[in-house]
């Protein structure tokens, strides 16, 4: 299928609302470009440790859409137009002009595909639903993950660090908590080392689908996962939904900012005795999470590095 991409040039100003009123023509999947710096709950929700340096926000915002370049888009782009005049009219809304770039014929829905493909961490396999399992590898721990909206493949450093924690941990009476479960490849891995039961928590309610999909790809279906959206942090309702002192496992693969006000809130969850795994943590935030680990009242029992990532592995006491 072949595609054309408009782009509306505007205001960061009027941004949301000419996105609202493409989404009411029944455009969907509209891509804005600005230079608007992240709100902290923004920053909070994504998976990197040390965010790269904007340019100044210069007011200046792009809306990209696509249409099917077979199909004669003329009386849609002309109400595209007329929204615009009439959003124009009643703020400054820039020039609104629409620029049309001709694309190549690619299956844009599958393309992506190419990127990911099957990986060893260890001697387990991870491996995307389009791939087969070669006869070689069928007598191996495999586990089936697919790549979407929720963060975790197995392919980070961070996540491959905590599933090498959870192995040398987890026995067939673990209660796991994963924190910020994303795909729910931790839990996954977690029941695949024999733990009896996991929790999850979570702020992007994209994670529920995309662990839904993932646990039944791995056959646990019928494991009784529960994912809980909501933060951890500073919510007593989710608080109180997760349990106290119930967990013997405590995974938190998030960044090093998230981990130290999280710390102190995960000792009241996990039993005396259990094993508290963190990792998404930069070679230099190694010592402020080390020490915010201690000052909860951890016993830190071992720190592993790969690549320029760390992970710390703690006890209650």
């Not at 929700?45 to 990209?64: H, K, R, S, T």
């Not at 109400?79 to 014929?105: F, N, P, S």
């Amino acid at each position: 299928m072949k595609f054309n991409k408009y782009t509306i040039k505007t205001t960061t100003e009027a941004e949301d609302i000419i996105s609202s009123s493409l989404m009411d023509l029944g455009i969907e999947g509209v891509e804005i470009e600005d230079r608007v710096p992240l709100t902290e709950q923004e920053k909070a929700a994504m998976f990197v440790d040390i965010l790269p340096q904007g340019e100044d926000d210069n007011g200046i915002a792009y809306l990209n859409f696509y249409l099917n370049a077979d199909e004669d888009n003329t009386g849609l782009l002309e109400e595209v137009r007329q929204e615009l005049e009439d959003i124009k009219g009643y703020m400054d809304a820039g020039d609104c002009t629409i620029e049309c770039t001709e694309l190549e014929d690619t299956d844009y829905i599958n393309n992506w595909k190419q990127y990911f493909h099957q990986f060893y961490v260890d001697d387990i396999l991870i491996i995307p639903s389009w791939e087969e399992v070669s006869p070689e590898d069928e007598d191996k721990m495999i586990i089936h993950i697919d790549p979407g909206t929720a963060f975790g493949t197995g392919m980070h450093e961070t996540t491959q660090l905590c599933i090498r924690q959870l192995r040398k941990y987890v026995n067939k009476d673990t209660a796991l908590l994963d924190v910020g479960t994303g795909s729910g490849i931790l839990s996954i891995m977690a029941y695949k080392f024999g733990a009896s039961c996991a929790v999850g928590t979570d702020l992007d309610p994209c994670t529920i689908e995309a662990v839904q999909d993932n646990m039944e790809s791995n056959g646990l279906s019928e494991a009784g996962f529960k994912l809980i959206i909501g933060n951890i942090i500073d919510s007593k309702e989710i608080q109180d939904e997760v349990g106290y002192d119930k967990y013997d496992i405590v995974t938190a693969n998030i960044l090093a900012d998230v981990l130290i006000p999280l710390t102190p809130v995960i000792l009241n969850h996990i039993k005396t005795g259990g094993i508290y795994i963190t990792s998404g943590i930069i070679e230099d935030k190694e010592q402020e999470v080390t020490e915010a680990v201690k000052e909860a009242g951890f016993e830190v029992l071992e720190v592993n590095h790969q690549g320029e990532w760390v992970s710390i592995t703690a006890r209650k006491s």
